[in-house]
């Protein structure tokens, strides 16, 4: 029963890391969404990974606007926009490969260079494989053996199952920063 908590403690604790590691990028850095911010350079110094988050920071002269395609976002062509956010503080999540593209709804803005274009590459650690060992029906074996013998076997069952289970945790930790 222990054994069982502890993989249980694991898991949760590998669950909330992965979801902290989750990153956060605030679009056009410390000067936020505004026409101040260079864009371009500031996306082309960041990895947006599937999982991560964007941040749209900025005052209410302003907003945001998805557009669908690369000609669209070209032109300003705000007409046909795929979303509209105006909270002041939006947070859009990545949530699949590919590009997305952003820019201000607020008339000339666009035109002005307050747009972006984000590539969000397939992050490595996203292996939703749920293989858990639950083989506890391999402690009825036969009983000729002594209790004490039983014992420790599933006691190193469970010790097996816990070093796998952290080395598990571990490769997906190390894959996330890569
Ligand atoms: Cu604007």
Same mark, same amino acid.
């Given at each position: 029963?222990?054994?069982?908590?502890?993989?249980?403690?694991?898991?949760?604790?590998?669950?909330?890391?992965?979801?902290?590691?989750?990153?956060?990028?605030?679009?056009?850095?410390?000067?936020?969404?505004?026409?101040?911010?260079?864009?371009?350079?500031?996306?082309?110094?960041?990895?947006?990974?599937?999982?991560?988050?964007?941040?749209?920071?900025?005052?209410?002269?302003?907003?945001?606007?998805?557009?669908?395609?690369?000609?669209?976002?070209?032109?300003?062509?705000?007409?046909?926009?795929?979303?509209?956010?105006?909270?002041?503080?939006?947070?859009?999540?990545?949530?699949?490969?590919?590009?997305?593209?952003?820019?201000?709804?607020?008339?000339?803005?666009?035109?002005?260079?307050?747009?972006?274009?984000?590539?969000?590459?397939?992050? %490595?650690? $996203? @292996? /939703? +494989?749920? *293989? &858990? !060992?639950? #083989?506890?029906? %391999?402690? $009825? @074996? /036969? +009983?000729? *053996? &002594? !209790?004490? #013998?039983?014992?420790?076997? $599933?006691? /190193?069952?469970?010790?097996?199952?816990?070093?796998?289970?952290?080395?598990?945790?571990?490769?997906?930790?190390?894959?996330?920063?890569?």
């Amino acid at each position: 029963m222990g054994c069982k908590n502890m993989i249980f403690l694991v898991l949760v604790a590998t669950l909330i890391t992965k979801e902290a590691l989750a990153i956060q990028h605030v679009v056009g850095g410390s000067q936020g969404w505004d026409p101040s911010s260079d864009f371009d350079t500031w996306s082309s110094g960041q990895t947006f990974k599937v999982g991560d988050q964007l941040v749209f920071k900025y005052s209410s002269m302003h907003s945001v606007v998805e557009l669908g395609d690369e000609n669209s976002y070209k032109k300003c062509d705000i007409t046909t926009p795929l979303n509209s956010l105006s909270t002041g503080k939006d947070v859009v999540k990545l949530d699949k490969p590919g590009t997305r593209y952003f820019t201000c709804g607020t008339l000339g803005h666009c035109s002005q260079g307050m747009k972006v274009k984000i590539n969000i590459v397939k992050g %490595s650690g $996203s @292996s /939703s +494989s749920a *293989s &858990s !060992p639950s #083989s506890s029906s %391999s402690s $009825s @074996s /036969s +009983s000729s *053996s &002594s !209790p004490t #013998s039983t014992d420790a076997s $599933s006691a /190193s069952q469970c010790f097996v199952a816990l070093v796998f289970i952290v080395t598990l945790s571990f490769v997906t930790m190390i894959s996330l920063f890569n």
